[in-house]
């Protein structure tokens, strides 16, 4: 099955909210990084066991990706405690968001909202038209984080339409716009309560 695929554009609003006391940002600098940033992803995107050879794999194998300028780590009190990466696509104006992950023992306490946050901001600064993401329904966490952050459901493959209204039924969002993949609108998805509950008023009447 197909991931989620969202869109997020340069005119939406960007969380402006501090960090936390004790935490700040830092850049991809060295080899010694690449531990740090598997034991964040470890228990959601890197299997239990992963190596360096995963941030090869998912970071140095895109010729799209600076890992110097497009790879963030969230710090607390120094130490590597999440990543983000937002590059720019080298043959089109759109960026995208990958690899967005929180190491285990600080989930639960909204980061990556912040991380979201930065992430963003580096892709408006290089004039991207939108940035993309992909991600899955039971990554229930991070949808609820993308949705919060302004990003749209894409219609791009069969079914998408349906189960974005049993996405925004689980989250008890009323309604979102879709786009299409070249970032038109769409139409508006309703969530799936919402679109079976009874007609009232003048419309039932009728």
Not at 2 to 16: H, S
Not at 34 to 44: D, F, I, Q
Not at 91 to 116: F, I, Q, T
Not at 133 to 156: H, I, N
């Amino acid at each position: 099955m197909a991931q989620l695929k969202m869109y997020w554009f340069p005119d939406t609003p960007i969380d402006g909210s501090p960090l936390p006391e004790g935490y700040s940002f830092s850049k991809y600098e060295t080899e010694a990084d690449k531990l740090a940033w598997v034991a964040c992803c470890k228990k959601g995107l890197a299997a239990d066991d992963a190596t360096e050879k995963a941030f090869d794999d998912s970071i140095l194998s895109w010729d799209d990706i600076d890992p110097y300028n497009d790879v963030f780590f969230l710090d607390h009190n120094g130490e590597h405690v999440g990543t983000i990466t937002a590059f720019k696509f080298l043959d089109r104006d759109a960026g995208d968001v990958h690899m967005v992950a929180v190491r285990a023992d600080h989930r639960g306490l909204g980061l990556s909202k912040y991380m979201l946050s930065a992430a963003l901001k580096h892709l408006k600064s290089k004039g991207v038209a939108w940035a993309q993401l992909t991600t899955d329904e039971w990554r229930k966490s991070a949808v609820r984080s993308y949705l919060t952050a302004g990003f749209l459901p894409v219609e791009y493959d069969e079914g998408m339409v349906p189960r974005w209204e049993a996405v925004l039924e689980e989250h008890g969002v009323d309604s979102v716009r879709m786009v299409t993949e070249d970032g038109n609108p769409f139409c508006v998805v309703t969530r799936s309560g919402l679109k079976a509950a009874p007609q009232r008023g003048s419309d039932m009447d009728s």
